[in-house]
């Protein structure tokens, strides 16, 4: 009986992985060069770079309430929880720089802030101090973000250690669960069957709703990935859960949505890699700083950066956003503000997820996406940035770098969870 049941999902599960191969709808690019390339060359390295310190500490509101439906119960479970951090564990130039890029920029910021509650900026700085000003100002109150963003500065705000609270199975599940999902695709995705010709529109708004299913699927993959297999008094063991895995992709039991969810989700892997190649330029300048306050250490792990950012742009088979980001500036401009605002809805959604592990991870996707898409919407600004210098029309906060980089690590892993999962499917054998 049970190596009949093996035997059916190993079956299952090869139908699963047949019919996610080759090449992938509206790109160039195939599924076993995506593997490859991110398998054995990207995810090691990007890896290491999201163990620094720099990258593993994400500060988070947990706290806001749900502004679409009154409904405050929380997961009960304990693995729902998240630790916070002890603020004497954040290094202390992340404290005193938490939502700018350096050690410089937080300086200006800090005198944007100044001029902004005096309603005027102070004309004894500097030239070149009064133009950060009106910088931070202008970026601060900027309509460009594609997310809700959390209050940081809020008291509800806390630094959480990304690594001390992985993104795994909790046992959050149930009607609570399918309720967000059925939120996210029902009331804010651009859903196939409802767009409407001219047929570019049409494309890019597909794209939207792919970006949204390939974000679901990676999460479902982590789920699968790091089960709960074993919970004694004496030891917790997360795994992977072949059943599991199958109860989300199979074809058959998701009547094929699965297959379709996992090409998805390599589609959504080419869109924020293509992000990371466009970004390069704001990352190389001479005078940008992921700054903690450990000055060889933070240069250490800028060189990692900027390899990792390096090895992306060398990716041979680039999506090529101008057929989904590009058009005339009236059609784009319009799309533009209709996906930002869709967005900036799913990630008001985050604040409904009664997991708070969930909930923490889904905040950091979002944005992480969010600023993906940003970086695509602002090619011409980033093509302007100045060599040295303040590059005054793009702007990245903290938070948006460390959920960019966080939120592509989640999507590498769950390509390389799929490679997983083949191998086990092989051994099983």
Known sequence: CLQGWVLTNLFVLDV??????????????????IDAFNNYKLFPRLNQLLESDYFRYYKVNLKKPCP??????????????????????????????????????????????EASRLGAVDESLSKETQQAVLQWTWHDDSSDSFCEADDILSPDAEYVDLLLNPERYTGYKGPDAWKIWNSIYEENCFKPQNVKRPLRTALKKRAFYRLISGLHASINIHLSARYLLQDTW??????????????????????????????????????????????????????????????????????????????????????DENSFFAGNKKEAAKLKEEVRLHFKNISKIMDCVGCFKCRLWGKLQTQGLGTALKILFSE???????????????????????????????ISTSVRELENFRTILRTMR
């Open 234 to 319: 004496s030891e917790k063991k997360w795994g992977p859960n072949v059943t599991e895995f199958q109860q989300r992709f199979d074809e058959v039991v998701t009547r094929g949505e699965g297959p379709r969810r996992l090409k998805n989700l390599y589609f959504l892997y080419l869109i924020e890699l293509r992000a990371l190649s466009k970004v390069l330029p704001f990352f190389e300048r001479p005078g940008f700083q992921l700054y903690t306050g450990n000055q060889s250490h933070d240069a250490e792990i800028k060189n990692l950066l900027l390899e990792v950012l390096h090895l992306a742009k060398s990716f041979p088979l680039h999506f």
């Open 380 to 410: 011409n600004l980033i093509e302007k940035i100045p060599e040295s210098g303040p590059s005054y029309g793009f702007q990245l906060t903290r938070q948006e770098i460390v959920a960019l980089f966080n939120a592509f690590g989640r």
């Open 68 to 113: 679409f439906w009154d409904d405050n119960s929380h997961c009960g479970i304990r693995d729902c929880a998240v630790k916070p951090c002890p603020s004497d564990e954040v290094p202390d130039g992340i404290r005193s720089a938490s939502y700018k890029y350096s050690e410089e920029a937080n300086s200006r910021a800090e005198e944007c802030e």
């Open 16 to 33: 699963v992985y047949q019919q996610v191969t080759g090449h992938l709808d509206d790109c160039t690019c195939d599924v076993e060069t």
